[in-house]
């Protein structure tokens, strides 16, 4: 029970490396904010968490009124919060950067990070009512090591890494730690898009190809690793950005 009762809020949790978050915090003794752009999904998720153990939100996280009314909903329901999991996230197919359209562009940065300046002006002053609390950002080895194909969509995650160090700089003082993850391709819908082939085992051979461990990260081992940046055990961890990536990045 490393969370007990703790309160965490996590977007896009209905699915992929955010339900298996919300999965593990849960059974850690968090109090876990299911919020996800798919309501009923995200309904569905708390569901199997158990009665009193979780609640659902139906969240656009580029929308200010949605963050603000999350937020609102953690403390009706469970008095604060402690935790916080930027996670939603979207990309563009891999493709040619002079063929992503403007519409998938803005979408990319208002989803990646937009999303984080939205819930930081939401969360500080409650987290700091509450004396600290753990601010992480989903980001990417895209942002650290971009592949060609998906420039705009590393553009973004570099941004959340970058944010992550100067947000854990200056909120330092309210003791709120500001952390990131950096998962390789993994085993989520995104799938097909970050590669921008049809997911087949000949294709998959070709990403894992570069992945010393041999395989794609799974929603368990970002959870894993999320988990252990919520746990006071990490107090004095700020400002990282951990890469969860089989050894992608050596």
Known sequence: MRLKDKIAIITGAASGFGRGIAELFAAEGAKVIVADINGSAARACAETLGPGRAIATATDVTKRADVDAMVAAAIEAFG???????????THKNQSLLTVTEDEFDRIYAVNVKSIFLTTLAVVPVMEKRGGGSIINTASTAGIRPRPGLTWYNGSKGAAITLTKSMAVE???????????????GETGL????????????????????????????????????????????????????????????
Request: aromatic share 4%.
């Open 80 to 90: 604060g919060v402690d935790i916080l999991v930027n996670n939603a996230g979207v």
């Open 171 to 185: 909120l330092a003082p309210k003791n709120i730690r500001v952390n990131a993850i950096n998962p390789v391709i």
């Open 191 to 250: 799938l097909e898009q970050f590669m921008g082939v049809p997911d087949t085992p000949a294709n998959r051979a070709k990403f894992i190809a570069g992945i010393p461990l041999g395989r794609m990260s799974k929603p368990l081992d970002i959870a894993n690793a999320a988990l252990f940046l919520a746990d006071p055990a990490s107090a004095f961890i700020t400002g990282v950005a951990i890469e969860v990536d089989g050894g992608r990045c050596i």
